[in-house]
């Protein structure tokens, strides 16, 4: 939530997918909620748990298909 200022539309970003270790692919911001939420009950600490979140969705090309829906993944906003 402290950094969400820093995040915008257009910003670029490397995604890192567990399925291709060792490989980024280049995204892009596309969406930033524009309201907070609370992190899913699934999060392992009470702590955790407690921390609001906003939603940002990227974009990335993906013409060849290897990255599927559900995939789990790893951003870093640039």
Do not use: H, W
Not at 16 to 25: C, H, K, L, Q
């Amino acid at each position: 939530e402290a950094r969400i200022g820093r995040v915008a539309i257009g910003q670029p970003a490397d995604v890192t997918v567990d399925s291709f270790p060792g490989e980024a692919f280049a995204g892009m911001v596309v969406f930033v909620s524009p309201r907070a939420e609370f992190t899913p009950r699934n999060v392992q600490t009470q702590r955790d748990r407690a921390t609001t979140v906003f939603a940002v969705r990227l974009q990335l090309p993906n013409d060849d298909g290897r990255l599927k829906p559900g995939m789990p993944a790893d951003a870093k906003l640039r």
